[in-house]
């Protein structure tokens, strides 16, 4: 038998006969590793640990360690999922069935919808054929025999989806006698190997995304390598749901979109409006500190300004339909950095008049689709925390520096610990698509690169993934619950300025083109305050509390002192409430405790006497009478501090 060379990783080479597979040089290699086995790449692609090995190749056995054999796990996870499917449910069509950030889904075509307790048939069929340990089994089609065995089996879809993308000869897996399905794969070698997974629910989804063609019912699941990790993603699934903020607003009575206003348009009520207020005061008020100037800009100019930023062609599809006004056409604003550079440009500048730094708490419209809004986090009209820096390239490195720890201070001021950093770079300019010279973009490579060092901020680069108008600086933060969410970005831009010709003068008496940046730190107020409330789950620290303190007479006795209290509380620029219905205590307790105001007030006939009240705190419960002077300046001590201790 012939013999061919495999190089491993660590470049060791071994002689094996021909044919062999990865998983048998696994096993040769350790026991462990074919036990920790899932996929294989041969010559940089990914294949089945059973793939025989015909020609010399480079060999990387992928384990449970490997975030790219996780995805090879989910997506045999879906197939485990479509096989107990054909299996109960014989003639069913099938879709597509891809991996998922944390699990995966088929899409399904079959007339009677599956019901909520199909799931749990289906699942637990699931985990018969993962105990058959059922082989996922790798089948070559030619093209025309394979569209015709699907056609027979009137499976149009997988047909076209065959015709598209399927090469002259195909590869299909199977997995048991029920199903078979045209896939590149690969496949863990077998049922057995797929430990950790859980159905989760079902969703209508047309074919392509396409509101025109079939809707299938998706099934989704999650998977992972260990049934810990399944239980901590179940788990931070649920608490998810405690914390949706669409449900929280409401409960809290916070915000509301309203159906006659139209979808994706937010209505802040006056406790949502209150704590809105609050963001939006402490940015401007460190844009001030900060050295940055606030302006204000329309909400809506005439087309010709988006042709000269090019939005009017790239940007089309996420702005709404211009509107005709007297003789020119008018847009409503999708950006703030059109009205920002004119601001700049309205003037000649001089190299001391750099850097500019221009801000605004800027409503913006875009389009979106309505199928993809979701609460405040996906909406049509949001209000940015837009800033755009103009300066030499001798200030970059210090701009970008305070951008940094502007970011940093904001996710530390709000009560997020953890956080990680992106950082998107071009592809050294192979592919053309960016905009730009070489020269402007190691310039602010460097500077990005540098600025993160001096700020200590330990930031991941990303190559190719870079802004086509210039690289950028993205700020992600870990909630309570450790879900990653997308917040500040600090983007350079050497296009806008060139479209717009902007200049200073520079020392040498010639003008120049001042470098750019755009820096959002909220990203959307709308959506910061979303977060905020998923991250407290509606329990906001004191300093964000919409009601400070819930003062709570105990009979109708006590409402005028109530009343003298709740005077002196808002004297002292302290949010408070009376509850002075003519309910028992404890029931205004439970609800003040429900509406999360982080301290209850009772008021009875001993405290009226002494000029005290009872403080009872929303999280550790009775702490006794004090005296309201005492009480206030504690209050004052914590929202000093912004802390989120109370
Ligand atoms: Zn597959
Ligand atoms: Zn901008």
């Not at 070698?189 to 950790?196: E, F, Q, V």
């Not at 994706?264 to 001030?288: A, C, K, N, Q, S």
């Not at 789950?537 to 709570?552: H, I, N, R, S, T």
């Not at 009872?616 to 914590?638: C, M, S, T």
Request: glycine fraction near 8%.
């Amino acid at each position: 038998m012939s013999e061919i060379t495999v190089t491993l990783p660590d470049g060791s080479r071994q002689k094996v006969p021909a044919g062999a597979t990865p998983l048998d040089i696994a096993r040769s290699i350790s026991r462990r590793l074919a036990d920790d086995a899932i996929a294989a790449r041969t010559n940089g692609e990914l294949v089945d640990l059973t793939r025989p090995l015909t020609s010399d190749t480079t060999l990387q056995i992928l384990t449970t360690r490997d975030p790219e054999a996780l995805e090879v796990y989910r997506h045999s996870a879906a197939h485990l999922l479509a096989a107990a499917v054909l299996e109960l449910y014989p003639g069913t069509k099938l879709g597509v069935g891809p991996a998922t950030e944390n699990g995966f889904f088929y899409d399904f075509y079959r007339d009677e919808p599956f019901k909520p307790e199909d799931l749990e048939k289906i699942e637990a069929r699931m985990w018969e054929i993962q105990k058959r340990d059922t082989p996922y089994v790798r089948l070559m089609t030619p093209k025309e025999e394979g569209l015709k065995k699907y056609a027979a089996r009137g499976e149009d879809l997988k047909c076209e989806l065959i015709r598209e993308k399927a090469d002259e000869i195909f590869s299909e897996y199977t997995l048991g006698e029920a199903f078979t399905d045209f896939c590149r794969g690969p496949h863990v070698p077998s049922t057995g190997k797929i430990k950790a997974f859980k159905l989760l629910s079902i969703a209508g989804a047309y074919w392509k995304g396409d509101e025109t063609r079939p809707q299938a019912q998706r099934i989704y699941g999650a998977a992972f390598f260990t049934k810990k990790e399944l239980d901590d993603y179940l788990h931070q699934v649920e608490e998810a749901k405690k914390r949706d903020h669409r449900k929280l607003g409401q409960e809290l009575d916070l915000f509301s979109i309203q159906e006659l206003a139209g979808p994706g348009l937010i209505f802040f009520h006056p406790r949502g409006g209150t704590v809105r207020r609050i963001i939006e005061d402490w940015m401007r008020d460190e844009y001030v500190r900060r050295g940055y100037s606030l302006v204000y800009t329309p909400h809506i100019a005439r087309a010709e300004l988006w042709k000269t930023s090019g939005h009017y062609g790239f940007y089309a599809e996420n702005m709404f339909k211009r509107m005709e006004v007297d003789d020119a056409e008018y847009q409503l604003k999708p950006m703030n950095c059109p009205f920002h550079i004119l601001i700049y440009k309205d003037r000649l500048r001089s190299y001391r008049d750099l850097p500019v730094r221009l801000g605004e708490l800027g409503t913006v419209y875009r389009y979106e689709r309505s199928g993809v809004m979701h609460g405040l986090m996906r909406v049509r009209g949001f209000t940015q925390d837009d800033a755009h820096i103009f300066c030499t390239p001798e200030q970059i490195e210090d701009e970008v520096v305070g951008c940094l720890e502007f970011a940093r201070d904001v996710l530390h001021s709000f009560g997020f610990t953890e956080y990680k950093a992106e950082l998107s770079t071009w592809d050294g300019g192979a592919s053309g698509k960016y905009d730009g010279t070489p020269e402007q973009w190691s310039l602010a490579e460097n500077a990005l690169r540098k600025a993160v060092d001096r700020v200590g901020l330990s930031a991941k680069v990303v190559p190719d993934e870079a802004a086509f108008y210039g690289p950028k600086i993205d700020v992600k933060l870990v909630d309570a619950i450790g879900r990653l969410w997308q917040l500040s970005t600090v983007q350079f831009d050497f296009t806008l300025p060139r479209r717009f010709g902007l200049e200073y003068i520079a020392e040498d008496g010639k003008a120049h083109q001042p470098l750019m940046v755009h820096r959002a730190l909220y990203g959307s107020v709308e959506r910061f305050f979303g977060i905020l409330l998923e991250h407290y789950a509606g329990a906001f620290p004191v300093w964000l509390a919409p009601v400070q303190a819930a003062v709570l007479p105990i009979t109708d006795r006590q409402v005028e002192y109530g009343r003298q209290v709740v005077a002196k509380l808002k004297e002292a620029g302290i949010r408070a409430e009376i509850d002075d219905r003519k309910e028992k205590v404890n029931l205004k307790i439970r609800e003040a405790q429900l509406q999360k105001v982080p301290y209850m007030l009772v008021v009875g006939d001993r405290e009226q006497q002494s000029g005290t009240v009872a403080v009872r705190n929303r999280r550790h419960g009775d702490q006794g009478a004090k005296p309201l002077d005492e009480f206030i300046a504690g209050v004052h001590r914590l929202v000093e501090a912004k802390t989120p201790e109370e």
